[in-house]
């Protein structure tokens, strides 16, 4: 009967012991995954925070600063200026 045998990814066969090979490889990668994941959150951890009610009026603020110069609210100054517009097409009959 021989050796028991398992396929891969690519299809070949391989043997009990590669395949433990192959496992050890998913775990050192997962155990690396991990790693970074926790560098990641130190980093987020020391970003400094800020009030979900200060953000915002920062927004609120900024907004209104802004909304002179925000096309959707007050609209193009002339039909030109704007770069949505229907251009207009040549057509011969």
């Known amino acids: 009967r021989g050796p028991v045998r398992h396929l891969d990814r690519r299809g070949s ?7 433990l090979g ?5 775990k ?4 690396q995954q991990q ?6 959150l130190r980093r987020e951890a020391g970003l400094k925070r800020m009030e979900v ?8 603020k900024y907004i209104q600063e802004h909304e002179s110069d925000d096309y959707l609210l ?3 100054h002339s039909q030109k200026s ?5 251009k207009s097409s040549c057509s011969l009959l």
């Not at 192959?22 to 998913?26: A, E």
Request: aromatic share 10%.
């Open 28 to 31: 050192m990668s997962n155990l």
């Open 13 to 19: 066969a391989t043997s009990p012991r590669q395949c």
């Open 53 to 60: 009610s200060a953000a915002v009026e920062d927004l609120k």
């Open 82 to 86: 704007n770069p949505f517009r229907e």
């Open 74 to 76: 007050v609209g193009f």
């Open 22 to 26: 192959i496992v050890q490889y998913f």
């Open 35 to 40: 790693r970074k994941i926790v560098e990641q």
